[in-house]
């Protein structure tokens, strides 16, 4: 029996990175989102385009929805934050 590398039509495969930069960039404001003092991120969604994040979702107060642009805009990567979070107070 004769054994060869596993082939696609006469190519290595490749492997797409697993993480885009962009997964990474939501998980990391999502992380600071949910570790950040001030504000219950529960309800909050973060979306990456680039550089820029757009937090949608609902916290309970205004004072939260400020704070949560604030430590997204914190975060490294990140050049701009649109905050399209409504606070329900």
């Known amino acids: ?19 885009p930069p ?10 600071a989102l949910a570790s950040a003092g001030g504000l219950d991120a529960s309800d909050v969604t973060v979306i990456a385009s680039g550089s820029t994040v757009t937090l949608r979702g609902s916290v309970l107060q205004e004072g939260e929805r ?11 990567g990140v050049t701009a934050a649109i905050n399209e979070l409504s606070a329900s107070h």
């Open 66 to 76: 400020v704070r949560a642009e604030e430590v997204a805009l914190s975060v490294p």
């Open 22 to 31: 962009v997964a990474e960039l939501e998980t990391a404001v999502a992380a």
């Open 1 to 19: 029996m004769v054994n060869k590398p596993q082939t696609f039509h006469e190519a290595e495969p490749t492997v797409e990175a697993e993480f």
